[in-house]
């Protein structure tokens, strides 16, 4: 009789996964391996939502209770971190900054030699000169024995920018549970839109990204309110609104059309929100202004017609007017007529709507993840 064969034992380090971004990557995470693998989350952080996500799906965890602000427990959290995982895991696999300092060094000082950690952000650190951030990447990359890079653009900067070996970098995307995101009811939305007055009658423009000026959100709002000066008959909803642009973005809306922009500052039931939208718009300001960038299969596999700046995985998969309309970064102008091209041509959404749809199911679902995960682990 054979035996049956022992699952390899893997350790994942989460900081707080409050984040909508981060907790819905983490939940693709446990979908993708929960049923090959022998998993445990660490959080160092403790969030109600998660961990009752990991308790209903039987996953095993651990609170750390983290306390980012102080040396002393720093090194108390390493130390009692390691000795969690010393003689328990084969694979360590931590996520974001917090989780890398503690769990990294946590792995390396109780012996575990497969350490691996997934790359969420881009240039970000080298672009506004945070040096300290930089060295402390440097030191995740070389104790590193894997990085996962979402996309072409991260692996780029670790190699370029950071002398990271092209043989220890692993092009990863994120998975997406692509069946869940069509569960969302006509109820579901019809909340959606009595809760924020999105009108029935208008054609809405739909933005889901901070207003942080790496994500372009001036040059969605500078766009459509050309488009709305030349005569269509659109609303914009622009949700995750807030971040270190805020102050500039709301004082225009103030100032023009006021009675055509809806923000959102959060909204759990996101999916529900995409199916109020008709037109979707992301333009980031540069190639390396996204890590990966969730909103764009989220909104191509919800069969919207999308805007999009090639930046991120959209550098690898967007199709000018074949599974999105492609604009330039940093041009209201090209927004204002992409965003025409779509109100007028319904051809057009719906080509493009489907293409996208047909494009993200086959790259992004979760059993290619899971499959590609474990080629990575058996690997190391």
Partial sequence: MDQKVKKIR??????????????????????ALKRNFDLHFFILKNNLNF???????????????????????????????????????????????????????AAK??????????????????EIGDNRTIRFNRFFNSISHKIIAPCLSVSRTLQNLENVQPNKIEVLYHPFDIRFMERT??????KIRMKYNIPTDKMIIGAVSSFHHIKGTEYILDGFLKAVDSGLDIMLVMANAHGDNENSIFEKIGRHHPDRVITIKYENDILSLYQCFDI?????????SEAFGQVYVEAMSMKLPCIFTPAGIMEEIGRDNENCLLV??????????????????QHTRKKISEQAREHVCGKFDLQTFQHNLKDLYDSM
């Fill in 10 to 31: 893997v350790a994942h380090i989460v900081p707080d996964s409050g984040n909508r971004d981060r907790q819905i990557h983490y939940e693709f995470l446990c979908h």
């Fill in 51 to 105: 961990r009752k996500f990991l308790e209903f799906h039987q996953i095993p965890w651990t609170l750390l209770d983290y306390n980012p602000t102080g040396k002393l427990d720093m090194i108390q959290t390493i130390w009692r971190l390691c000795g969690l995982l010393r003689n328990k895991f084969d694979i360590v696999h931590s996520h974001y900054f917090d989780g890398n300092l503690i769990g990294l060094s």
């Fill in 109 to 126: 000082l109780a012996g575990i030699e497969r350490r691996v950690y997934t790359r969420h952000h881009n240039t970000y650190y080298h």
């Fill in 185 to 190: 009811s006509e109820a579901s939305t019809g």
């Fill in 280 to 288: 979707f718009v992301h333009t980031p300001v540069s190639s390396t």
């Fill in 328 to 345: 330039s970064f940093k041009n209201s102008d090209e927004i204002a007529d992409a965003i025409g091209k779509l109100y007028r041509e």
